[in-house]
């Protein structure tokens, strides 16, 4: 009985392999092959892999955006409401929506931090400069992606930012009303079918372009890092879950635009997205608005551009690269200084609008330059004092100790068991949850179970032999 069995799961066995071995064959005839996947036995920084986590949210976005279209009216009269539908009506609409929104906050997040570690790192040196040019752009082009996505509710705040991007447009010099008109069209109807199209196909299909010229050809796939990134998005959309905001009315339509209408509605100030607040707080100088927020972004971003035809040293570590470091360090000063002033209101009640919003040029722009300034002075005082301190103990060091496992096999298996079980606990309450009604919970719960499982994942694979 047991020899029959045995041949019987040889065969099996041989079956699988055999069909494995077919299917690698002829996968080898196409593009899929041209990528290796790497999946680590032990923990490794996920700092290298970055990009691609990056791109797990663009997935995740995929998924759940296509979820969101069927249900969504690419209208007028229809936009808001059928997003207040998805919301309260749709079955486990609120979940996707927030899993949508916070995934497209990740993505962005991701990106920038991406892009920062290889900069730091010195990565885009190793004849990587087609990678670095194509990642820039596909950062850019994300940006733009979240833009007409929160876009197309058209509450307060949609239509804020869309005043904004008009603004932009006609401000650039000879082309700005053809790009209007070519971008929003001759209206409202015109501008949420537009932004539509080009939100759900025609930016994602540049995206999947750029992204095929952009990856290397060793691909990392952590599954714990990647289950903690989808964790901590569900997480974050149980704490922080994004409300509809005020719907946008018009009190009358002619030729497509909205004659009279309030935008601030029932809401005092209206903020863009976190990524765009730097671009409002120069906008909120009021400086000619091609300068604020055409001229001084696209500097920004082709900085960083011919930074692999400027950096031409075989230095790649950020200690060996004083100026370039402390040009990195600043850069990030800009940014945190330029987003915190977006954020400020001064909301006394004795100011009008138009004075709560206006930020004083000097103080930013001198608040930039005070950055700047002690980013390089920290940054090669920090350098000289870091070599003059391994120039002195380099002598007194000796071999690296070797990591010691601080847990055996069999508590890494109790803790396995008791991880287990509070994952059946969470699954429990996330169900129950979803019977009576509580999507934030629900999210809570599952991006609690997922974290779970990241841990759970990575102490199985500490616990295994190499």
Same mark, same amino acid.
């Given at each position: ?42 923990f ?6 970055l ?14 955006? !296509? ?8 209208s ?30 990740a ?6 931090a ?43 705040r ?10 932009l ?10 790009l ?28 999947i ?5 952009h ?12 289950s ?15 409300s ?93 200084i ?10 006394s ?23 700047? !300034? ?17 120039a ?36 429990f ?17 599952l991006?609690a ?12 694979r ?5």
């Amino acid at each position: 009985m047991s020899t029959q069995t045995t041949t019987e799961e040889k065969k099996q066995v041989n079956l699988v392999r055999k069909f494995w071995d077919w299917l690698i064959d002829r996968l080898d005839r196409t593009g899929w092959l041209a990528y290796k996947f790497t999946i680590p036995k032990r923990f490794v920084s996920p700092l290298p892999f970055l990009g691609f986590l990056t791109f797990i949210c663009f997935l995740i976005l995929g998924v759940t955006g !296509a979820l969101l279209m069927l249900f969504y009216t690419p209208s007028l009269t229809g936009a808001w409401q059928s997003v207040e539908t998805i919301n309260n009506v749709i079955p486990y609409g609120e979940i996707v929506r927030n899993i949508h929104y916070d995934a497209s906050n990740a993505m962005v997040f991701l990106a920038l931090a991406h892009m920062y570690y290889n900069y730091f790192s010195g990565r885009f040196k190793i004849r990587n400069e087609i990678i670095w040019v194509t990642g820039i752009i596909f950062g850019t082009i994300t940006v733009l992606e979240a833009f007409t996505g929160y876009d197309i509710i058209l509450n307060t705040r949609a239509v804020l930012a869309v005043s904004i991007g008009v603004s932009l447009n006609y401000s650039a010099p000879v082309i700005g009303p053809q790009l209007v008109h070519t971008i929003f069209g001759s209206g409202f109807p015109d501008f949420i079918l537009r932004f539509y199209a080009l939100h759900i196909f025609i930016i994602p299909v540049i995206m999947i372009v750029l992204a095929l010229l952009h990856f290397p050809r060793i691909l990392t796939f952590d599954i714990p890092i990647i289950s903690a990134v989808f964790g901590a998005i569900l997480l974050v959309g149980g704490l922080y879950p994004i409300s509809l905001g005020s719907p946008y009315y018009c009190s009358s339509v002619i030729a497509g635009y909205c004659q009279t209408a309030n935008t601030y509605s029932s809401v005092s100030f209206t903020l863009p997205e976190w990524y765009l607040t730097s671009l409002y707080a120069f906008l909120r100088t009021f400086m000619p608005k091609f300068i604020a927020g055409i001229l001084l972004p696209t500097l920004f971003i082709l900085m960083f551009m011919v930074i692999p035809f400027v950096d031409k040293s075989k230095k790649f570590s950020w200690k060996d690269r004083p100026f370039f470091t402390a040009l990195g360090i600043a850069s990030i000063g800009q940014i945190i200084i330029t987003t915190y002033w977006g954020f400020f209101i001064d909301e006394s009640p004795s100011l009008t609008k138009t004075q709560a919003l206006f930020i004083d040029p000097v103080q930013i722009f001198g608040a930039m330059i005070l950055v700047a !300034a002690l980013s390089y002075v920290g940054t090669y005082a920090y350098l000289r004092r870091l070599a003059a301190k391994g120039a002195g103990g380099k002598a007194a060091r000796g071999r690296r100790p070797q990591a010691v496992n601080f847990l055996t096999s069999k508590w890494v298996f109790a803790i396995l068991a008791v991880m287990l079980g509070f994952q059946i606990f969470l699954n429990f309450n996330a169900a129950l949850a979803a019977i009576r009604g509580f999507p934030n919970l629900v999210m809570f719960d599952l991006g609690a179970v997922v974290m779970l499982f990241a841990i759970m994942f990575h102490l199985y694979r500490y616990s295994r032999p190499l």
